[in-house]
């Protein structure tokens, strides 16, 4: 029986600031973040969005790929970005979907690499229990601190999967190669809103760890890099892929993969998943049958390297233009604005847009207040 995934969507923010805004702002060459990270923009969010809202928007869209929801048996969600220690976010979106009450629903965490984490989870459920279909969602908001070299790299998104039999898009492969070394490259303490980081240590722990799982990959499976068509790379910022690929697979093009994250910055444990749509989308060539290797890494840290094989017909599962314009309708803010929601303040004269249906009013009594929002 083949496992895999059946469906797939993402969602950001309605807004984005430009970075050579940015760069002009805190007196950077543009090319530095435009050539340099090949960043152009970045998604940053409104007050009254949050992990949770972008990912219910993201859940909603693959969950109309479902006939029925009553189908999803377990939601796990994945984040390094929540906002409380105790209480899985995935409880949100399970309330908000109107989810079976018996679904099984918690949070998994490991910086960059929990939707990978999850997604093996779920792959091995569904073997166990081939008439369960499983929802894996990873959303992220990162932020770094003002005038850092990692505020170029910010971003944020949701990416929702649903794991089942005889996938409608992926087969997830059984081939995998994981390693794991204790690092402190990147981490968020408890009391800190922003994430703390060793910027040069963190790329060299992201390449070493790919050059071990890749290796470890081909020793597993018994492939050549030959037989793999096509490459995925995690992508906290876009030069980081690309230096990715010109130590595995110089001779391969993962252009089609950065077109999304370029202009969505790092959406952490959702940004490999982004690329894999954002390839799938952009692709010119037929990817029927086609195997992609796929690289996962979470600083602190974790890596994996697997492959998933493209299922016969995958377009019809594909949301390209929706995604494009998802896009290209976003609002741009200015420098002036983007402060305002770095420190997460509301101007009380603007209404905001959201992504999706549900919004974040208010925290009151140290709980997050969420409602339905009205049309138009
Ligand atoms: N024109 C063109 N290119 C320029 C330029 C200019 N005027 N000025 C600089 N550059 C180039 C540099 O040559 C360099 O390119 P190479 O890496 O190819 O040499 C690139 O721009 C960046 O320049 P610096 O190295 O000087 O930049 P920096 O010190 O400001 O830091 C960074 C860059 C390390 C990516 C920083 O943004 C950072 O620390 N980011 C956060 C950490 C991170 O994302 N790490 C990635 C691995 S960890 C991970 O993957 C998990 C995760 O998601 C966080």
Not at 110 to 128: G, M, N
Not at 225 to 237: E, L, N, T, W
Not at 238 to 261: C, G, H, P, Q, V
Not at 310 to 320: F, T
Request: glycine letters at 6%.
């Amino acid at each position: 029986m083949q496992v895999g995934i059946d469906a797939m969507a993402f969602s950001t923010s309605r807004y984005f600031l430009r970075l050579d805004t940015l760069a002009k702002n805190r007196n950077v060459d543009c090319a530095k973040y435009c050539i340099g990270i090949g960043q152009l923009k970045m998604s940053v969010f409104p007050p009254n969005e949050d992990i949770v809202t972008i990912a219910i928007s993201a859940a909603q869209k693959v969950m109309a790929r479902l006939v029925n929801k009553n189908e999803i048996d377990v939601l796990i969600f994945a984040t390094e970005s929540s906002f409380d220690l105790s209480k899985s976010a995935g409880i949100y979106v399970h309330h908000f979907l109107g989810l079976r009450p018996d679904c099984r629903v918690f949070d998994v965490k490991q910086a960059c690499y929990s939707v990978t984490a999850a997604l093996q989870l779920a792959r091995s459920f569904v073997k166990d229990n081939p008439d369960s279909k499983v929802l894996v969602i990873g959303s992220d908001i990162l932020k770094y601190s003002a005038g850092s070299s990692g505020e170029p790299t910010q971003g944020g998104a949701a990416i929702a999967i649903i794991v089942a039999k005889n996938p409608r898009l992926m087969i997830v492969e059984q081939h995998f190669s994981t390693y794991t070394t204790e690092i402190m490259d990147f981490w968020r303490p408890i009391e800190e809103g922003e994430a703390l980081f060793d910027g040069k240590l963190s790329a060299q722990n992201y390449l070493q760890s790919l050059e071990i799982t890749f290796l470890g990959y081909l020793k597993k499976s018994d492939l050549t890099p030959s037989d793999i068509d096509q490459v995925c790379f995690h992508a906290p910022f876009s030069k980081m892929a690309i230096k990715a690929r010109n130590k595995t697979f110089a001779d391969k093009s993962i252009d089609d993969t950065l077109i999304y994250n370029a202009i969505i910055g790092n959406s952490c444990s959702a940004s490999l998943y982004v690329c894999l749509i954002s390839l799938l989308d952009n692709s010119g060539d037929d990817l029927d049958g086609k195997r992609i290797g796929l690289f996962s890494y979470g600083s602190g840290s974790v890596a994996e390297f697997f492959s998933c094989t493209v299922v016969s017909g995958y377009r019809h599962m594909l949301s390209a233009e929706e995604n494009r314009k998802m896009l290209e309708d976003r609002i741009e803010v200015s420098f002036e604005e983007y402060e305002q929601f770095c420190k997460n303040q509301a101007d009380p004269g603007k209404k905001y847009a959201n992504v999706g249906s549900i919004r974040m009013v208010r925290v009151e009594n140290k709980q997050r207040i969420y409602e339905r929002r009205i049309a138009g």
